[in-house]
């Protein structure tokens, strides 16, 4: 190994130990197909705003919120089996067949959870209110938050299926052993 390889490992090393030691979470890459349910869940969120509004900007909120609450993937599955709170985005994998769901779920800002993660901003004296769209891929090994992006508030979408319901789709298999 060379000596310039030796010093972009080492300087490799010394990111990658920032980042960690820093706290800093990287949103999950998403495969081609994840990437266009979450453009399709992402249309279904923007024309459900009463009164239309085709100009409302999504975030990706992930990697922020994400460190000051680690328990962000389990609060949100917690919610999204609440009644009422399911998936309004339901879709089964093309790729894959029965073998995953990609769903989308809604948090409203005024919600106790909503409240919880801060997604209302007050702005000298303003109230800013925000919702949270999440994207998940809910297959064998169970549900997986794959986004997480914050809306002005204002869209309505309606639930299609619980949560649960998508979640019970899939039996998860015990394992005692794992052959290679």
Not at 27 to 36: G, H, M, Q
Not at 77 to 88: E, H, I, Q, Y
Not at 115 to 137: C, E, I, M, S
């Amino acid at each position: 190994m060379s000596l310039e390889h030796l010093v972009q490992l080492r300087l490799l090393v010394l990111l990658a130990t920032l980042a960690i030691a820093s706290g800093a979470v990287l949103v999950p890459e998403l495969t081609n197909e994840e990437a266009d349910h979450h453009l399709f869940s992402y249309h279904r969120y923007l024309f459900a705003f009463e009164p239309p509004q085709l100009h409302a900007q999504y975030v990706e909120y992930y990697p922020h919120l994400s460190v000051s609450h680690p328990n962000l993937e389990k609060d949100a599955l917690d919610f999204a089996k609440t009644a009422g709170n399911g998936p309004f985005y339901a879709e089964a994998s093309s790729r894959f067949g029965p073998k995953a769901l990609f769903v989308s779920t809604k948090v409203s800002g005024n919600s106790r959870l909503g409240r919880t993660w801060n997604l209302r901003h007050n702005n000298d004296g303003r109230v800013k209110v925000y919702d949270a769209q999440l994207f998940w891929r809910v297959d064998r090994r169970g549900p997986k938050l794959l986004r997480f992006g914050i809306w002005p508030e204002g869209s309505h979408p309606q639930q299609v299926i619980p949560m649960q319901e998508v979640i019970d789709r899939f039996p998860r298999r015990f394992r005692w052993f794992h052959w290679h």
